[in-house]
């Protein structure tokens, strides 16, 4: 499992390559003036597909006598308090974009008891960055795109060329990519969404090219899920996700609980078979079109946890990483006896459950999952 790193981590790895790059930047120091601006805007419009970092109290190693002198020099208090957070943000306010302003994090931290400062600024697709109306010194900033290209700012007397002006257009409006891959944009951000009662469809705000639209259907089978939901009363749906009049996905949906709960229905994955139930877990896997639908029902409260339980299902990274989990269970015999996972109830799964499920085992591999299996693979990546 891919572990996230702390900004220490992050910042530690990009001192130890010992050069500047696309994403990261190395200052001994800082003035709030254009050329910290300039730095600014072009990590912000520069092509990676991550946060990027102004890292203050580090001396670009091109300007070290010794090749292995230690770049990080450190920050005074008396320095600190002239750049410290407030001051960094009331200059950075005073200037109007053309679009919306770059998202920027005000970090202090130690390594080697060092005192930095790192400016993290948030990746996004609302490239490009650009100031208007800056006065005095930084007229000449205004309307003028910069990135970087490798470790090297675009001159503040130049201009990006129009191929690399087009990109950043692209990109904001979700142009580059495949019709999939710009669906699932747009599903990350759900303020984006709208439901409407009136047809149980969802259409994007920012592109109404782009909808949800949940077809009901007339399947009774019961899936077990449904047994953590009291009222019998369900109805299934399809889901199908739309651009320009084109269908690029479908998956099912389910209503439940008297249209109190609604939901993409879960994947199940059988680990064995005792006494004519299947022992295994539902789940999800993150970035696929089901998993984004999970959050946008959950951001609309459309999912509702009631009698004290909740609908067990495990939140996989990718397919490798459920893979792995497959793995780690069938590869040792004991853990259905560790697990010791209950009998179903003997009128628990009407006859009308298109599976028979074994209501326990679906709680008990959750809980290996999350409190068990997570904790071993995060103890491996640190040992």
């Known amino acids: 499992m891919k572990i996230k790193k702390s900004l220490e981590e992050e910042v530690t790895y990009l001192i130890n390559q010992r050069c500047e790059g696309v994403y990261w930047d190395f200052k001994r120091i800082i003035k709030f003036d254009k050329d910290l601006l300039h730095d600014i805007l072009a990590l912000s419009n520069c092509k990676h597909n991550g946060n990027r970092y102004l890292i203050i109290g580090v001396e670009d190693p091109k300007n070290l006598k010794n090749k292995n002198d230690s770049m990080i020099i450190g920050l005074t208090d008396e320095q600190l308090s002239k750049i410290e957070s407030n001051n960094f943000y009331n200059w950075f306010q005073t ?36 100031i208007i109306n800056g006065k005095n010194e930084y007229s000449p900033l205004n309307n003028k795109i910069y990135t970087r290209i490798g470790d090297t700012n675009t001159p503040i007397n130049s201009y990006l060329s129009y191929n690399d002006i087009k990109e950043m257009w692209k990109e904001q409006f979700g142009l580059t990519g495949n019709v999939k891959e710009k669906f699932k944009t747009l599903l990350t951000d759900l303020s984006n969404w709208e439901f409407r009662d009136v047809d149980n469809n969802y259409f994007c705000l920012k592109d109404p090219r782009y909808t949800i639209n949940i077809i009901l259907d007339n399947r009774k089978f019961m899936e077990a899920f449904l047994v953590f939901y009291g009222d019998s009363d369900f109805h299934y749906a399809t889901t199908k996700f739309v651009s320009d009049g084109t269908i690029i996905y479908s998956y099912d949906y389910v209503f439940c609980d008297e249209y109190r709960n609604q939901f993409p ?22 970035n696929t079109f089901e998993f984004l639908l999970l959050e946008l029902c959950e951001k609309n409260n459309m999912i509702i946890s009631r009698y004290n339980k909740s609908f067990p299902y495990i939140i996989f990274e990718n397919d490798d990483e459920l893979e792995k989990f497959i793995k780690y269970i ?20 009407p006859k009308r459950f298109k599976q028979r499920v074994n209501i326990d085992s679906l709680e008990k ?19």
């Open 365 to 383: 591999f959750k809980n290996l999952y999350y409190n068990t299996y997570i904790n071993l693979k995060t103890s491996d990546l640190n040992e």
């Open 95 to 130: 200037f109007d974009f053309a679009n919306q302003r770059p998202k920027i994090d005000y970090q202090q931290i130690e390594i080697n008891t060092k005192k930095l400062i790192i400016l993290v600024i948030h990746n996004s697709n609302q490239k490009p960055f650009y």
């Open 330 to 349: 069938t590869s040792n015999d004991n853990i259905l006896n560790e697990l010791n996972i209950k009998n179903n109830d003997s009128n628990i799964l």
């Open 265 to 286: 229905t879960p994947h199940f994955y059988p680990i064995s078979e005792l006494n004519g139930y299947s022992y295994g877990f539902y789940y999800y896997i993150k």
